[in-house]
């Protein structure tokens, strides 16, 4: 996973359609006064005696979300460690409700914090279950509620029928030159279950629609795991570029979608 | 009887007398030293001798002797006139050294020589005067500017130098070659080395021009000219003044110019539009002499605007160059270095271009944008000359070291308002070091060789310095490649034999590299408009490199005069645009190019004042990697001249006659095929009032429509021009 270079510009602008901030500046909580990893707080919450604290980007858009789980005691305040913590996005459609793609929690070592991504499909409003279980039988639940506002997440409907969600993980604040650009693809079994899709060959291809050209010296992405594709885009100037991006499985196109980006 | 025997022993006696009387007797000394020359060769029409160990001869006089040939090897041959009467004392003729030419100079001077037989007496601009070098053809790209390409490798290859100095174009479009910024009255000739024989003024690989410019005079207190012109395929006019003032020690030449040119027209056809410019040029030096020293000090600027470039997307809207120099010269005749020069110099270009005179809604390659381009070299130097001169032998050291620093961007602003802005470097920020060192020693063997040998070392190192240039060639070569270093070795031998005293055979070999320019390393998103592929930059381009045979004979009596060249030039790790993907190409090597081809020209004198002249050129390139001819190759290239020189007036009549040209390249550019023209001139030049000089010419008589091989875009040349010139010398 891949996070989003903090941008002070970003930091100090608001964006119109973000997520409702919930001010938190706990010094003990996930985010640090200096706000490096350009995360702010979506809340807190306290069950069966441990806090759950949500922290995620501060211009929340649809597509591959990268949220954190705090979780510490709340009489003594010690991290809990070994702990297993999931979260489950879900959105109510009125006449019935959907999960979206999200990954198991990864305790970091280095941060003290579980790396609990998301998918969300569309823009909106989304509750987050946010569960853990201890290994000494602790466990609980709390929810969350964000809004989600446009982002890098287009549903499509390949021509085997089946329903595809592309998210584009990074470059989300492209510069020039060659940079990684990562997305993720996941499937629908059902309202609740949306595996990653692995099998996939992606390919890209990125132009300037102005210019009439794209770049050369890409590299097409490669499946790392869990749904991740990870490959180079080259931008050679700043500007409006497409990012074509065609999901294939042999020679057969199932799928496309383009993104457009703006590179500083 | 007595008597009679007596009479004719008298007579016999007075006769011997007599004939002692029609000797001639002098000696050949070298002008510097004051040395006596032995085995120099004296000619006087049919009597010839060589002078002896101390450079004394006796020759015989005839009635109707008039010039006194003397020449030696390692010597500039002398002509002294001399009289049928006998004279008392001796004839003193001193020689001077002389290091073997390989170059072809084309004056260029003021007192313009109509005599030379290459008509640049008549040639206006500075590339016409290029022109008419035999081997040498002009890229063009609009009326202005046009790029030299010496015997098949184009201006990009050539190492351009204004006195030696080391000057780059800012233009990453090659629309400002160095030749853009001087003008002719800044020039006291140019010095075109062809091949890499000639390597004390930079790398050479096609060959080396070298501008050298007028220097201030301290002949006359006060002297100069004026003249103004008028040219009618471009309502071109100019005027043109230079001033030179001299008091004792000091001298001061000044010059200024003015040019300005609407649309041209090319033959029968109506002017091609967007193809005007207008440019000024000045000039300040002043030298200083002391006893043994010389300091020279000078400026030369020049500024041009609103240059239309109809082959080419863009147009220039302001060049302007700055070139300073200081230089010094002390002279020591009598000891064995015998001269040394340093000069330090520091030069600046800057180049703006845009299209906001076209139509950029109907250009195919990014429609419905302006974008502005800006250019910029700054370059610093320090040249030092040495020159040692021995007894049969000369030997010159020359250090050369500059540093360039050359950066390049473009703006791209859409019509369409929801279509954000672009931008990209070009050249980013570029810094190169390149230090020099020559040798060159010259040496006469017997008394019928000379011998050359010029070696060259070169280290040089670059890189790009800002950030964002950075990242746009890291993403494809990775930011370890960015910088670079590069060692050299270059040698080239001449040996030149004299035979009958009017003919001389010479043989050069030469190996030698030349180091990527900063285009070629660095260079991002050039559109080539040739093969409308963009190119790209590679920093890891290893030096190009050059195998090179010539065989010259040139051949020289009187007012004849043949000269005939071949040569053959095998190219490695030659630099090209190779395909990248879709719309790019990078520069890259490839292997096996050759060059080969001859040039003649000869002259005749037809009758005391008509003289008849003739030169041909021809190039044959062939990539082996491509297996197909290399591009910007010109084809046969003839001229006829039939000149008419009395003291007051003359004219001459040329025609040039350019074959067609079938061998282009389709993988490495895109060319097409150009056909053969011929076209006709008449000059004449009319001293009508003491010191001022009427010139009318016309050129292209038949208005014949027709474009260059190396024109971009087939550019056609211009039509029927009558040319008028007055030139007032005070």
Known sequence: MSLRKPNLKAVILTCALSVVLLACSDENGIVNPDNELGLISLGTSQVNGVRIELAGPEQMGAGYSPLKVKLTEAASGRPLSAAQVTVVPMMNMGDHSHSAPSEPGLYDVDTGVYDNPVVFLMPGTWVLEVSYATNDGKEGMATFTVDVGQGHCVTLIG?????????????????????????????????????PIEDFTVEIEPSMPAMGHGSPDNEQPVHQSDGHYVGKVNFIMTGAWRVDVRLKRGEQVVAQAAFDLLVK | MKLFYLICILILIGGLSFAEGRLLRGRVTDAESGHGLVSAFIALEKNAT??????????????????????????EPAVVAVG?????????????????VVSDAVLISAKRNYSDSQFSAYSETVPTALRTVKGLAMVRRGSFAEDPSLRGVDGSKLG?????????????????????????????????????????????????????????????????????????????RYGRSVLNIARDDLALRGSFSFRQADDFRPGRRAPIENSAYAKYNFKVDVSKKYVGHQLDVGVLSDRAWDIGYPALLMDTSKARSHLYHVGHVWKRPQSALHMLRTKLYFSRVDHWMDDMERDVGQREVMPDMHMPMYGQTHTGGLIANALFLGADSTLELVVDWYHLRSFADMEMTSKLPEVPDMYLLNLGDVRRDHFAGAVNYNRAVFSTVEWRLNMRFDLARH????????????????????????????????VAYMLNNAAEIRLSVASSARLPTQIESYGFYLYNPTDGYFYMGNPTLRPERSRQVELAIRYGKERRRLSVSCYYNQLGNYIVGVGSGSVFKHYDHSDRAVIYGFELEGEWPVTEHVMLHLQTSYTHGHSADFAEPLPAIAPLDSRIGLR??????????????????????????????TPAFATYDIYAHWRFIEKTNLTIAVENVADRFYHEHLSIANLPSPGRNVRMALHREF
Request: glycine share 8%; with cysteine; charged share 25%.
């Open chain 1, 159 to 195: 021509d085997d029928e089946e329903r595809y969600f592309l998210s584009l993980v990074a470059p989300l604040d492209p510069s020039v030159g060659k940079q990684d650009i990562e997305f993720t693809v996941h499937g629908r079994e059902s309202m609740m279950s949306f595996p």
């Open chain 2, 463 to 494: 890189d790009i310095h800002d950030p964002l240039g950075r990242n746009q060639l890291a993403a494809t070569w990775g930011y370890g490649e960015l910088a670079q270093r590069y060692a050299t070795l270059s040698a080239s031998t001449a």
């Open chain 2, 84 to 100: 049928s009467m006998p004279i008392d004392g001796l004839i003193d003729i001193r020689l001077q050294r002389r290091i073997m």
């Open chain 2, 50 to 75: 060589t002078s002896d160990s101390l450079g004394f001869f006796t020759l015989e006089l005839s009635t109707q002797a008039r010039l006194l040939n003397v020449s030696l090897v390692g010597y």
């Open chain 2, 644 to 673: 008419y020189e009395r003291s007051q007036y003359g004219a001459a009549l040329g025609m040039r006659r350019v074959g067609e040209q079938t061998r282009i390249a389709s993988q490495t550019t895109l060319e097409d095929s």
């Open chain 2, 160 to 236: 351009v130098t204004i006195d030696g100095m080391k000057i780059f174009g800012a233009c990453t479009d090659r629309m400002d070659p160095v030749n853009s910024y001087v003008e002719r009255e800044n020039l006291a000739r140019l010095e075109v080395s062809k091949g890499a024989f000639d390597l004390n003024r930079g790398q050479a690989i096609g060959g080396t021009i070298n501008l050298v410019t007028d220097r201030p005079s301290f002949a006359r207190r006060i002297s100069g000219y004026s003249e103004v012109g008028y040219e009618s395929v471009a309502d071109y």
